[in-house]
Nanobody, 118 residues
Framework: QVQLVESGGGMVQAGGSLRLSCVVS????????LAWHRQAPGRQREFLAG???????NYVDSVKGRFTISKDVAKNTVYLQMNSLKPEDTANYYC????????????WGQGTQVTVSS
């Protein structure tokens, strides 16, 4: 049974920083593609950043240079360091794991709320 548990959300002023964490249970962590998505009220869930099993990272343009995804294989944890936060970053942030081969097994965390005040 794979479980994802996120933490690190909260309220912060514009320009501030937060670090989100997602602990992934099970044995799939090291071989999986890991990502962070977010969903703001009334909007579709959007991809933010991903990291492959080999460490390759990719980002959506809106967070490049501000957000950094990383992972600690020993801790089965993926992180999202968020700097220079803006009010438009306010959303519920979700951890995502994709494992296996097509059709992939996919898993989502429960989400953690990030609120950025102006």
């Amino acid at each position: 049974q794979v479980q994802l548990v996120e933490s690190g959300g909260g309220m912060v002023q514009a320009g501030g920083s937060l670090r989100l964490s997602c602990v992934v249970s099970g044995s799939i962590f090291s071989s999986s593609y890991l990502a962070w998505h977010r969903q703001a009220p009334g909007r579709q869930r959007e991809f933010l950043a991903g990291i492959g099993s080999g460490g390759y990272t990719n980002y959506v343009d809106s967070v490049k240079g501000r957000f950094t995804i990383s992972k600690d294989v020993a801790k089965n944890t993926v992180y999202l360091q968020m700097n220079s936060l803006k009010p438009e970053d306010t959303a519920n942030y979700y951890c995502y794991v994709q494992s296996g081969v097509h059709p992939y097994n996919t898993y989502w965390g429960q989400g953690t709320q990030v609120t950025v005040s102006s």
